[in-house]
Each structure stands twice: as C-alpha cells, then as structure tokens.
C-alpha cells in the first residue's frame, strides 16, 4: 500500500473523491425529481390485505353459532398473557366461552393466538387504528369481540369434522361409519 | 437381580422389572399407553417398541413384556424403534375423532404428546372413522368413547385392581367398546382414578369438566383431609377456587391411587357458605376489630374470674401447625385446654393406639397389601378409610385372608370373612384370631356362644391367622388394648379425622376433654372459650349444649359449622388449600400439605354481567381469612401474652423441616398410657349405638362440599340386625321416628343379617351426636303418618 | 438637524429592514430546508401546517416558546444563559456590514443598502463569526455533561481551525479588489466574479465556511450517534431555539457573503440588483441542504486533517500564486 502512494496515486485519490462527490450530488438531485412515496394516512388508506394483523373478533360458523370452544389455546399462546377466558358447557351441549376477554391494551397483535385457535374462531382483522380515552376501554368483552359473520373461513365448521355428539349425533359427522352396535352377535 | 445396558446407561434391576420400568429407573421415559406402573403390562398399544440389540431376546420387542434380564443390550431411539412407534401412532390416530379443542385431557393427554412427538400432524388414512355411542356414567367420569385407543387400562384398573365389574371391555375385533352394560353410576369408589390413569380424553373428570387446562392451573402437592389415611393428593386451583384434586403417587401410602372421597370433596373450601369475613356478635366486620374484641371480651373474662376461666379446644381436622399454636396460646393465658377429642376416653384410646405402633410395629397402606392376613377390628374398610379396602384387595390377590370384625354391614371388592358382632363382643373376637395358636372350635363357642352361625367362618380363620406370617391388625382405637403382644403383627389403627394422631401426640396426657369443659361450663368455671376449626356440637354435644352458658365463644374456623352460627365473635381462617399445614396420619406419618392458591371468593362468583370485574385497582373479595395459626399468634399480641415460639416438633419428634415427600414417621410416641378398657355391653337393656360413615358427606370437610353432600343417601338410615328389628316390632323398610335429645329426627329402617345383633347403626352426622351409648324402643319409633 | 434625524430615522428603517427579513428567511429556512430534505428522500416533508406546510415555522416557534426552560443541577447558570445569545448575536451583528445593493438616492439623498459601510467590513464580519465560537464552546462546557463539553470542545478546535482556511482563502480576495470595503469587493467583481477568477479560493472558501457554520458533512461538535446532541444536548425551549436560530442565520449570512466574496454581489443583467443579490443569497443555503443531503458526516481526524493538511498549505499556495500573478500584471 505504501509505495502505491506516488505522483499518480494521489492525484488518482483526489480525481476519485471528486467522482465520488459529485455522484452522491448527482444522486440525490435525480431524487429530487421523483414522486414521494409517502401515502398521506388518514384522506388515503392504504387497502390491507385480508391477513393483515389487527383487532381481533370471535367469528360464528356457517349455522349462525359460536365457533369459539373456549380451548384456551389462545391463551395459552399468547406472549403478553392478554386473553383470559373461562369454559362452560351452553345449553346445546357445546362447550363454549362463559367470558372471554381481550385486553387490547396489552396486546402486541403477533397473531400467535389466530395461528392457535383449532377452530378459526378467533381471527385478527385488518382494523389496526382504533383509540380509547381510557386504558380500561381497551379490555373487549366476548360481547364485544364476536360477529356475525364467519371471516376470512366463513365455510369451516369444527363440529362438523369432531366426532362429539354436541350438535350432531356420533357417526353423521364428516367421514365417520355408523355407530358399533356394542350388543350386536353379528360378526 | 438383572445388569443391562439402555441406551448405553448401565442399569441393574430387580429381577422381573419389565424393561421399560428399568429404563425409567435411568430417567428414560418410553413412550407408553397402556402399560402403567400399577397395573402391569397389557401389551395392547404397541407403543412402547424398542430395539433389542443383544442378550436373550433380540430385535424389535415391546419393552413392557419383556422382562429385564442379564446381557440385554437395548437401544430405545433405534431408527427401526421409532418408526415403528411413529406408525402406531398413526394406526391409533385413524379413528380418532379429532376433538382436542373440545376435549378436557388436551394439555395433559398421552396420546396429544405422543402424537404431536411422533410428528404425525395430516390424516392419510383415507377410510371412514370408527364411531361408539358413548354411556352416561354417573356424577365423576364422562365418558367419550370415540377417543379410546383401546389400551385396557381402564378395564385393568376397575376389575382387576379394585374389584368392582360392573364396567368393563365389550365386543370383539374392531369394535371393542369400554363401559358398563347399560348407562348408570359406576359402583366403584375409586372410580376417579379412571380420569387419572386413561390416557386419551375418553374418561375424564366430570365435576373438573370444561373448567380449565392444566397449564393454567396452580397445582401443588397436598394431602387428603377426608379420613385419617393421609392420602397424597395434587390439588388444581385456577382462578382462587380448587378446580380438582388427582392422587399423588406416595409409595409408601397410597400408591398411585385415591378414594372417589378423597378427590370430590374439595368444595368446602370455595363453597358459597364458607365464612370469608370476621363477625362480632354476629355483625360482619373487619378482621382487626373482631381481634381486638375477642382480646377484649376474653381479657375481661381473665380479669374477672382469672385465666383458668378461659378455656381452648381444638379438634383433628385441624393442622399439626394449628393444633400447637392453640396449645402455645393456652399456655401462654394460663387457659385450660387445648382439648381435642370427645372425651377421656377417646383420647386415651387414640394415644394408646399411637403407642402400640412403637418397636417397628406400624404398618402402611403399602405394607398391607403384602400382608397374607388382616383382620380389621371394628374397623368398616370402605367407610372409615376407603383407600383400606384398596389395600385390602391387592393383598386378598395375593392370597391373603382377610376378615372384617364389625358390627356394621361391610362390603368390600374382595372375597373376606365377615363377623358382624356388637363392640363388646369384639375383643374375644379378636383374642381368638391373634393368639399365637389357632383356637380351637371349643374356644370359638365358648367365646361366642351366642353366635353360632359365626363358629365355621372362625375355625376356618382361626389357623389361616395362627399360620401367618405376615399378618396385620387393623383396629379402632377404642380397641386399642386388644393389639397382640405377638410381634408377628402389624399393627394399623384407623382414627377418626384427619389429624387425630397429631392432636393426640400434641394433647397433654391430662388435658381436659371436651366433656370436662362442658362439665366446667355448666359448674361457672369456665366463662371464655376459644374454639378453633372445631365444631362443637359434632365433637360432643354436651359442649354445644353448654355453649349459651359460656359469657363469651370466640370461633376460628373455616366451615360454616352451627358453633359458627354461635359464636360471638368469629375469626376466618384458611383452609388446608390455602395455608399449607402438616398432618399426622393413622400411623403416625407426617405428611406436608403445600399451600396452592391465596384465599379469596372465586373469581366465578366475583363476577358482573357475565365476566369478572373490571376495577383492577380493588382488594379481592374474601382474602381476609388468615392460618388459624397466625390468628393464635395475633390474639396474643392483642391480649399482651407472651406467646412461646413453639414447633411442632417438640411433640412428635419431627420438626416442619424434617418432613420428607412420602412423609417422615413421628418419632416421639406416647409411652404406653393405660389402655381404656375395651367397650363393654351398656348398661340396662337396649341396643348399642354404632356410627356409620357414607362414603360421602360424613367427614367434617365433607359435610360442607357441595358436590360431596349431592351424593349422599337422601334419607337417613337405621339398621337393625333382624331378630332386633323382629324385638321391637318394626319391618324393614319402615320409616322411623328417631328422637335425639328434644329433637326428632326421620329416618328409614334397614334390616339385615349382617348387622350385629345388639347393634343399632345410624350414620355418622352431628344431627346423631347427642344418641345415648344405648337405644330402645322410646327412640326408636315407627313414625305416625 | 433635520439631516440627523433622517439619518437615525434611516438607520432605524434599515435595521428594522434588515432584522425582519433575516428572522422571516431564517425561520422560514427551516421549512425550505425540511422540505428540501423530505424531497431528496423522496417524502413530502411537512405538509401539515398551514398550505403546503406554510404555517410551519409559527407553530415550531410557539412550540419551542411555551416549552419549558429546564436549566440542569450543576450548570453555570450564567453562562449557561448566556451562550445561545452569543451564537445567535454574533451572526445577527454580522449583518451591520452586509450590504445588499448599490447607493440609490431618495429626495437627492444617497441611501446606502448596508447598516454601516465600513472599510474594514471584511475583518468586522471575521471578528463576529469568531465570537461565535464562544457560545458553542461556552454552552458545551458549561453544561455539566460529557457530551456536551465533548461537543463543545470539537466545535472550539473546528473553528478555529476553519478560521484560518477561511481568512486565508479570502486575502486573494482582498488583494484583487485593493479594499476591505465590502461595497468596493462587490464593484470589483462588475465584470467577472471572484468565484472564476480565484476558483481555487472559492473551494476553500465554500468548505471552510461549512465547517464554521457546524453545517453537515462537518457537525461534528453535534454528532447525534455520538455525542447525542453535543453542546447543546441540556438545552430546551427557547434557549435551544437561539442555536437552531443562530445556525439559520449563520446560513444565510453565509450566503450573504458568498454572495458579496465569490459571486459579485448584486451585479447581474435584466433583473434589479436586490433580486441578483437575493438569488445568489439563496443559492448559498439550498447548497448547503443539498450538501446535508449527499454527503456523509466526516471523522474528527479527517475533519482535522483537511483543515491543516489540505487546506490551510492550499490557501497559501493559492495567496502566493495570486501574489505573483497581480505582480507579473503590473
């Protein structure tokens, strides 16, 4: 390295540090002339895409139903410890959510507990703008959290495919034989 | 004894150690379902394949038949191993119904693990799934059968292990069903251990159903307080309410296993009636003005008529921390007291039945089921300690004898010799089966002449027990003096409480009884009495009749008991839950239970509009009781006495940090006192009153758990042996009229051969307490309709 | 009489004059500048405020009014006060000798566009740019925190290093016009500006002038990634809004000057000389953003380095060639 540094070295260094000069200059004037990038938020929105990871809601299966077991999978998943939620057997012999409750103000909306739920009740939304006056208003409630509608899987129905007999009896449930008739002699 | 090498750990093991024991003895867990320490091997799931490399047997083997044996080279994560375990998976996967989300094993299921463990995640069998209707099984198991994987456990369990037959394996081939020929209750009472020991969600817990996960709950080890047997217990709390209770493995007690008792009585202590707030004369208040105004009234009752004016009692449900702050804070007063039982007699006789297990002669759970004869001597198995029977059964498998000599009907899931024979019969009973000859048939009838139906069933057992090697006596402490000089036998009494033997091991040899303070009482002499965690009117009704009496009755406890209702002034304590405590058990264990959860009023019955409450920033509800011990402590300091730190080691031998996992024996035992005399027939005519304990609701704990009272019986039932129901005119059936004291009490009659004749058996409820030693017809009357 | 009073009544208007229209560019600098910057990285900038974001600068001003004026435990509070004064007064003092168009006269009356014509305005404007250096150097050191002496410390060695680069480049200039008079540099240059004729002075002159007015590629005495804000990182409020000011200032007296050094002043054709001279006084700073833009921020060695190695022997050599040249052509 040394000995490179003669006449034309330098010379080399000073023409070099000019082209380079003069290119970040050029750079940034072409920039200047550019369109910005910047979409100006709240008169455009941008258009989510359906997975985007925002505001979480309780979907209902294609019959109108709660979809949510209350599996505590969500729960269990999630990093911030922000849903809570206690179990019950309904009236129709489905398990489902006595309460269940998102605190939003804790919620990091890693979609962990979307990726969890077995039943694709619980599913994020794109809304990701929503403010409160008060922390506590951020605590939804199941009330608060459910729709009527089945979200990004409006045909999927868990009891369909789980052979329980909440809803519909053993053996009419997708893919299952009739029931073992346990007194039969029959081979 | 066995050397092979697993997964290149060389381990030696007993001989006859199934292979997949030995490699859990190194810490390896193979995969397993249907194979249980308990149990034994089925060899039904296949699951637990492992690859035999050298020695007897070699290549792929189930690794729960095959025995351990010398020269065996075994590979557990051999390729070939667990592919083949990978496959099975898949096998046992094709029917299920994939219901996790819905099923209340998921978080804790066997079949979840090795599923998810295995990697099998996408269905590929393309044929239809297997389906079953499923059975209604009763109030403790839900039952769902279309999530079986056919292991056998469950069937295993419930006929071979406990004895019971009416649930079991049905059908053949692909259609093999688990249940009970048609819908109903199941028989046994140790039907809860399904919920434990099956490893998919196809018997669960039905009281704990669609309550919570197990990750989410608090879970610590505990002990049951429902009988004296002091079984190991994991309490579940989840949101400051006990969800349920599963049997702890404790080799030296209970095994693997807990009595359906044991685990569905938890509920006194989130149940809606249990006191959560302090009361002065009987106006709710704050925990620190009832304080300071039990230290009030009871100083003033030191003040006017002296310290010996005051008066504790204690009972045995109470912890061994409990029953020594009381006696700390009597002796710190000068007060009479602690008294922790009935009266002399009772504690006479628990003491001496603590100081005949001196010299090696305890035996534990454990020990019985190896005995080859026990006679249980006044002694109802089932209904006095429940996990006994278990015992009972694994020894009566093994071969062993096994007679119950009791005035009560006894039912056991074992073939045994019954003598049903009235108290004051039973120590010539039991002389003729523990001599160190076997009697012979003159002896039997001239010790029974009255009985003669029993003189076969005795000169049968008379040289079964004389020839026994290992034979074991079970005993009601009443029968204390009648525990045989023999060394050959072991010796387990069976108390009344869950820490009977710590109040006896803490009781002064001259403490009062509960009758000498009534008797007090009702002479002037006592005015102030502190009763903590007892009832009185359950431990003597001569106590509850003196109460009024008393000038003021300051009340620690945690069950909504009548001396609650009469105290006044009230101090919640914590329950076992939730303090933690040390209980001594029948054989003088000691046992410590952890604490799980704080107190507090559930979160479910804390609720508004359907979801908890949303002020964070408030005291919880029902968090003011605190360990009766430290309300000893607090009463002290309010009243200026000098309370002396004292262990319960001073009294057992044992102290708090001595207490091992299984449970440390009490080293301090009490020297031999005078046995009281065994009980002789009563005074004047009449019959003898036995008490009878359910399975259910007759304990103090629980009495006051919901889910324990819905099972027991709804009418009270008398038994009459039948020539005593035939003496006093009555059929079976009938109902009776049962006059107790001023109160009239309605009941059934139930006539039967295997009552003692001379015996009249009520249950065991505080409504009974005040009956006299002996009843006749003026009690006993047909009721008018 | 009536002469002196017009003359004080002059002198009034023109300081006033002069006052407004550098607090107006200087604060409205800043917009252009956001700006400017939000368009070379291809954002809009602020755009909020007022149209276009016109309204800006009012809003940062009441902003920075109605802070709070948080004065550290342990500073000198009296220096402390006083030293965004300095930086912000010296480069307002600086326009006293500035001036922005030819003598014109009113009613017979020669009114020159400059506060005081002084002969010696070249080495008045050197002094107050000196002075300058005490604010920044007394602000960091006595604001009791390492950065802030780090910053202060840098700054003080910077510019005084710079100073010299920058004297020197401007002796050709002085020499060329035989005057120290600004008037008299800006006639010089009627015909051909000083920034061709002396290129080499113009260099040193533009990156010298950079490195005395803290501008980026040579803010190191507040280096954000590492002194956090350098010598003023206890400043707030107010006070913070004198150094953001005086730097604003700063920047236009040095266009002010290039413009009157290098450029030639208010000479150009068609358009009036006041609009020449505004033009080339804002080609300055809008240099200056764009620089802000491309280039990045120096290391102290190299900072140094080309102060002393590159371009003080540099300004010499070039003093000298002019010398000789200005010799050889008498």
């Known amino acids: 390295m040394e000995e490179k540094k003669d006449k034309t070295g330098l010379l080399r260094e000073v023409l070099d540090g000019a082209a380079g000069l003069a290119g970040s200059y050029a750079a940034t004037l072409t920039h200047l002339f550019r369109r910005p990038v910047t979409e100006q938020y709240p008169e455009y929105k941008r258009p989510m895409p359906a997975r985007t990871r925002g505001r979480i809601i309780l979907t209902r299966s294609p019959d109108g139903k709660e979809r949510c077991v209350a599996c505590y999978l969500c729960s269990g998943a999630c990093p911030v410890n922000c849903i809570s939620m206690q179990s019950e057997e309904g009236p129709d012999g489905r398990r489902r959510a006595a309460w269940f409750r998102i605190n939003f103000a804790r919620c990091i909306y890693c979609g962990l507990c979307e990726e969890a739920c077995p039943t694709l009740a619980l599913q994020l939304t794109p809304e990701f703008a929503f403010c409160k006056d008060a922390i506590e208003d951020f605590v939804y409630e199941k009330e608060d959290l459910l729709v009527d509608h089945g979200g990004k899987d409006p045909d999927y129905d868990f009891y369909a495919h789980a052979g329980v007999a909440a809803g519909r009896p053993k053996g009419e449930h997708i893919g299952e034989d009739e029931p073992v008739d346990v007194k039969s002699i029959l081979p | ?785 | 009489m009536t002469d002196i009073l017009c003359g004080i009544l002059v002198m009034l208007a023109r300081m006033a004059v002069v006052l407004a229209v550098v607090f107006g560019l200087a604060a409205y600098m800043i917009l252009v500048e956001r700006k400017l910057l939000g368009r070379f990285q291809v954002r809009y900038g602020p755009n909020r405020v007022g149209l276009f974001g016109l309204l800006q600068p009012i809003a940062d001003g009441l902003k920075m009014l109605l802070k709070e004026d948080i004065v550290a435990d342990g500073v000198d509070r009296r220096i402390f006060l006083i030293a965004p004064a300095i930086v912000a007064g010296a480069a307002l003092f600086s326009f006293a000798v500035v001036p922005f168009g030819p003598t014109f006269a009113v009613f017979d009356r020669p009114i020159a566009q400059v506060i005081a014509d002084t002969d010696v305005g070249l080495l008045v404007i050197f002094g107050l740019s000196s002075l300058a250096v005490y604010g920044v150097a007394l602000g960091g050191w006595t604001s009791d925190n390492k950065y802030s002496l780090l910053g202060g410390i840098r700054g003080a060695a910077q510019m005084i290093s710079y100073e010299l680069a920058l004297g020197l480049s401007l002796v050709p200039v002085a020499m060329m016009a035989r005057s120290l008079n600004l008037t008299d540099i800006v006639s010089a240059q009627a015909t051909l500006p000083f920034a061709l004729s002396q290129p080499v002075a113009f260099a040193i002159f533009v990156v010298s002038a950079l490195a005395e007015t803290n501008r980026i590629p040579f803010d190191l005495p507040e280096a954000e990634n590492e002194l956090q804000a350098g010598f003023h990182t206890e400043y707030s409020g107010m006070r913070f809004a004198l150094f953001f000011v005086g730097e604003y200032v700063n920047m236009i007296l040095l266009g002010s000057v290039t413009a009157i050094f290098f450029l030639g002043g208010w000479n150009g054709p068609l358009l009036p000389p006041i609009v020449w001279f505004g033009l080339k006084v804002l080609a300055v700073p809008v240099f200056l953003i764009w620089t802000r833009a491309s280039l990045p921020r120096l290391r102290y060695d190299q900072l140094m380095a080309l102060g002393w190695k590159c371009l003080v022997p540099l300004g010499l050599a070039n003093i000298l060639v002019t010398g000789a040249l200005l010799a050889a052509g008498r």
């Open chain 2, 1 to 785: 004894m066995p050397d092979l090498i697993i997964d290149g750990r060389p381990v030696r093991v007993p001989k006859g150690t199934p292979v997949i024991a030995a490699a859990e003895s190194l810490g390896i867990v193979i995969p397993r379902f249907c194979w249980h320490p308990a149990l034994g091997a089925a060899g039904a799931c296949r699951m637990c394949a492992v690859m035999f490399l050298d020695g007897p047997v070699k290549g792929l083997e189930m690794s729960c038949m095959v025995p351990a044996a010398d020269g065996m080279v075994v590979e557990t994560f051999h390729p070939e191993a667990v592919t083949f375990r990978r496959r099975v998976v898949e096998l046992l996967m094709a029917n299920h119904p994939h219901d996790c989300p819905v099923c209340d094993e998921g978080g804790h299921c066997l079949l979840q693990d090795e599923t998810i463990s295995g990697g099998h995640a996408l269905r590929r069998f393309p044929g239809r799934k297997r389906t079953y209707l499923d059975q209604d099984l009763g109030p403790f198991i839900q039952h769902e059968m279309n999530r079986c994987i056919h292991c056998y456990r469950c069937a295993r369990f419930y006929q071979e292990y406990c004895g019971y037959l009416d649930f079991g394996p049905m059908q053949n081939a692909n259609r093999v069903y688990f249940g009970r020929f048609a819908s109903g209750p199941l028989e046994s009472p140790f039907s809860g251990n399904l919920a434990d020991i099956c490893p998919t969600g196809t018997l669960t817990d039905k009281p704990g159903r669609y309550k919570s996960r197990r990750w989410d709950c608090q879970r610590a080890p505990s002990v049951c307080p429902h009988c004296s047997l002091g079984c190991a217990t994991v309490a579940l709390s989840r949101y400051r309410e006990v969800v349920r209770v599963e049997a702890r493995e404790n080799p030296a007690v209970n095994g693997h296993f807990i009595c359906d008792r044991g685990r569905y009585s938890f509920g006194y202590a989130a149940s809606a009636e249990r006191p959560r707030q302090a009361r002065a004369d009987g106006v709710p208040t704050s925990m620190s003005t009832a304080l300071a105004l039990a230290g009030t009234r009871l100083g003033g009752v030191v003040e006017a008529f002296g310290p010996e004016a005051v008066a504790v009692v204690g009972s045995a449900r109470s912890s061994l921390e409990t029953q020594t702050a009381l006696t700390a804070l009597a002796r710190a007063g000068g007060w009479r007291g602690p008294a922790f039982f009935a009266d002399r007699t009772e504690q006479q006789a628990v003491a001496a039945a603590l100081a005949a297990l001196a010299g090696g002669r305890a035996r534990s759970l454990a020990e019985i089921g190896q005995a080859d004869a026990v006679l249980c001597l006044g002694v109802s198995p089932l209904h006095d300690a429940p996990m006994l029977a278990l015992s009972l059964r694994q020894a009566a498998r093994a071969g062993a004898v096994v007679a119950v000599a009791d005035p009560r009907p006894a039912t056991l899931p074992l073939p045994f010799t019954h003598l049903p024979l009235a108290p004051d019969k039973l120590p010539g009973a039991a002389a003729l089966l523990t001599g160190a000859e076997a009697a012979d048939a003159a002896a039997i009838q001239r010790a029974l002449p009255l009985s003669p139906e029993l003189w076969p069933a005795l000169e049968r057992l008379a040289p079964a027990f004389a020839a026994a090697g290992n034979p074991v006596l079970v005993f009601a402490p009443a029968l204390a003096a009648q525990a045989p000089a023999d060394a050959r036998f072991g010796l387990f009494p069976v108390l009344c409480g869950p820490n009977a033997a710590g109040a006896a091991l803490v009781a002064d040899a001259d403490a009062p009884a509960c009758d000498d303070l009534a008797r007090a009482i009702e002479a002037g002499e006592v005015k102030g009495l502190v009763l903590a965690e007892a009832d009185a009117a359950a431990l003597s009704p001569r106590l509850a009749a003196a109460l009024p009496g008393l000038e003021t009755l300051v009340v620690l406890d945690h069950l909504p008991t009548p001396s609650f209702a009469a105290a006044k002034v009230f101090l919640p304590t914590q329950t076992l839950f939730e303090s933690g405590g040390t209980l001594c058990n029948n054989e003088a264990r000691l046992q410590y239970a952890a604490p799980v959860a704080p107190p507090g009023e559930p979160v479910s019955r804390d609720g508004r509009g359907g979801h908890p409450p949303r002020d964070y920033a408030r005291k919880l509800p029902g968090t003011d009781p605190l360990p009766a011990a430290a309300l000893c402590a607090v009463l002290a300091l309010e009243m200026g006495l000098d309370m002396p730190a004292l262990s319960f080691a001073a009294f057992t031998g044992v102290g708090p940090e001595d207490v091992a996992p299984e449970g440390t024996r009490a080293t301090r035992l009490p020297a031999a006192p005078t046995a009281p005399a065994p009980p002789s027939a009563p005074p004047g005519q009449g019959l003898v009153v036995v008490r009878d304990d359910a399975l259910f609701a007759t304990d103090a704990y629980g009495r006051y758990a919901p889910l324990a009272r819905a099972q027991a019986p709804a009418a009270s039932v008398v038994r009459l042996h039948p020539d005593d129901a035939a003496g006093l005119g009555l059929a079976d059936g009938e109902a009776l009229t049962v006059t107790v004291g001023d109160r009239r009490i309605e009941a059934t009659l139930a006539v039967s051969a295997a009552v003692a004749r001379g015996a009249a058996v009520v249950p065991r409820l505080p409504g009974w307490a005040g009956l006299p030693a002996a009843i006749g017809p003026e009690t006993l009357r047909r009721r008018q309709p």
